[in-house]
């Protein structure tokens, strides 16, 4: 099957640190761009972070940006958020997906979601 897995998921404080890993199963990263969302209870989902196929270009959304950093192991297959400076309205599911050749604003292209990890923040 074809498909992410995340994890690295859990309960943290508010001000502290989680380091989110998201593997490809299936299928070698090497080709996609991978993009960070995440679903809080009773929204939509949001796209926090995108990372474009040789990491070269990063992108993230206001709410993140400065606490969240995205990167990629492509010989690991894995991408990694690096969340610091946790708030308690980061709580949420955390998925990733992959879009050919780059990061695009319109979820509808990406694929190969996970199950998501969830982050919980709380004091």
């Known amino acids: 099957q074809l498909q992410f897995v995340e994890s690295g998921g859990g309960v943290v404080q508010p001000g502290g640190s989680l380091r989110l890993s998201c593997v490809a199963s299936?299928?070698?990263?090497?080709?996609?761009?991978v993009r960070w969302f995440r679903q809080a209870p009773g929204k939509e989902h949001e796209g926090v972070s995108c990372?474009?196929?040789?990491?070269?270009?990063?992108y993230y959304a206001d709410s993140v940006n400065g606490r969240f950093t995205v990167s990629r192991d492509n010989a690991k297959n894995t991408v990694y958020l690096q969340m610091n400076s946790l708030k308690p309205e980061d709580t949420a599911v955390y998925y990733c997906?992959?879009?050919?050749?780059?990061?695009?604003?319109?979820?509808?292209?990406?694929?190969?979601w996970g199950q998501g990890t969830q982050v919980t923040v709380s004091s």
């Open positions: 997906a992959a879009a050919l050749e780059r990061c695009y604003s319109d979820s509808r292209v990406y694929e190969y």
């Open positions: 299936g299928f070698t990263l090497d080709a996609y761009a």
């Open positions: 990372i474009s196929i040789s990491g070269g270009r990063t």
